[in-house]
């Protein structure tokens, strides 16, 4: 059994203006001990799908299923929920300084932590412990910066505060939602291999939520690409960046800068993501996609093998297209050449939007 | 570290103490020493008694020397004397002080919780019918004028409650509660409710939306993903970062209040500092104005002070700022 097992996931927020539909029929999971990336850009839906299963979205349509341990975390009880939020499955989010709260101690908020789960838990062996956690993140004379207020730490320090917080009742799994985001590229580095050492050590699953697809080649085991609310490429990591199926996951591999030397010009991914109201008919990219076909502008594609159940992608490119290679662009051409001539026998002239 | 804070807000406070009153001495004093004692005296004070004035008061003397002796005698807590009321100006607004203090004491009590308490259920069932119901409550509580809430209740108390057998409440003259708490309370219950209603649509209006803001902050969400129960994410977390503009605003209304509650001591009769400043501008009463002025300035200064202290304890970044 998996530890999370997350099966067609929708959630869906009224608004004044219409239903924002954020998340359409996603799938994921992960093991003990494992890492699982989602990528996307804001908007995508990455971030609200992990705070669905925590039950942090208020006021959401959710449906699907979330089986962690067993069972399902949307629909059990809100109180049963929150026995979990925190204790077995912890979050360290974005801003560490927004996301401590400025008016208490660090220390008290990690006993709170503690003490909320576990009330036999006296008040000085909960703060012994949270001064424990500290050292143990890296934080220099944990003793007595237990007692300094969040203010008082840089941002580097501050998200090791979290990421103690987050170990504090040692959580199966641990949801870190753009951890590094706010950092400082150096400090980055370190976050994230601390991350990695202490999930080693603990034996925690990590669920790894980025735009940054540089973060996830470091760590990740498996790597979910989301856009526009839906799954768009699903594979391990290395599949993924030396064999991506999907032309949105090479866009946002090709909008990396490579530290190869040569100075080139970055390939950004063109157009901006859809309105989560009006979605465009068909396959969500496909305003912005350079292989446009014409099934693409009215059927939406499923997420369909490519190379063996582990290597999932939701494009109507032939299976064999995958990869930076001339083969796989030779493919990919074929096959929008007949989709382009299919076209010119019904429909108008719609251009691909770039 | 903050001790130094503490100092320097103290300096602070004394010297805009210095300025209040130095400000009200050029308004009062400067002048000829005619003009000066006519206006201490009283506009229907005969011409012998503002003579005496003169003399007593040293009005001739230099200006200097004036503001040394108006200053020397602050420090000493004199006032100077009412020369219409024959009274020393310290032992009018001594005498004054007891009604005003309790009136706003016991208000801020009411007004402070249910303002709270207001704003809070409020703001966790936003764009309810809750929500809705309070929101009307607050409109007519802020745009109902006091004097007019006053007279209602008083109303209803003689002619509804009074008639039905309930004639405990009665509006009249101050009593101390130290010489009959039952009095006091029949006569302060009224005034009370009065005051406190206005203010608890105001405090109920800014809880809220001190509320809306700080539950959508990110440590709000870390506190929900730490699995605190809900009841702690609103107290704990949520109110606790909510008061800062609470506190700011309670701290500016009652020293306001304090220098004397104007319309409620006047619906009710109560003889407060407010009343004593109604009837000393009717009068012309000049020494009660400076010393009534100078007394509402110190509440206002120290109330302030009392804020700058308070909030660093409810907001440890404030104490390195």
Redesign the interface.
Known sequence: MRLLEVTDLRVSFPTPDGVVQAVRGVSFGVDRGRTLGIVGESGSGKSVST?TL?G?TRGATVTGAALFEGRDLLTMPREEL??????RI??I?Q?PL??????YRVGRQIV??IR??EPEVGREQARGRAAELLGLVGIPRPAERVDD?P?QFSGGMRQRV?IA?ALALNPALIIADEPTTALDATVQAQIIDLMVRLQREFDTALIMITHDLGVIADIADDVLVMYAGKPAEYADRRTLYYRAHHPYTTGLLESIPKATGTRERLQPVPGQPPSLIHLPPGCVFHPRCRHVMDRCRSEEPPMLAVAGEGHRSACWLPGAAVGPGAEAERLRDEAQAAGTRRRDKGEGDVAPAD | MFARFLIRRVVFAAVVLWLVTTTVFILFYVGSAETVARRIAGPRAPQAVVEQIKANLGLTDPLFTQYRRFLGGLFHGDLGTSFILNTPVGTLLWQSLPATLWLVAGASVLWLVAGIAGGVVSATHARTWIDKGTTLFVLTGVSLPTFVLGLLMIFIALSVLAPLGFAFLKPGAFVSPFADPVEFLRVMIMPWFCLALVQTAVYTRLTRGSMLDVLG???I??????????R?VVYR?GL??ALTPVITQFGVDIGTLLGGVVVTESVFGLQGLGQLMIRSVRDGDLPVIIGAAILASIFIVVSNLVVDVAYSF????VRLA
Do not use: I, N
């Open positions: 705070q925590m942090l929150r026995r979990l939020r925190g204790a912890a979050m989010f801003d927004s996301s401590l709260h400025p008016l709170e932590m909320v789960h207020f203010h979290m917080m | 902050e990110d440590y969400r870390t506190a929900r993903a730490k699995g605190v129960p809900e702690a977390h606790r970062a409810l907001d440890p970044r």
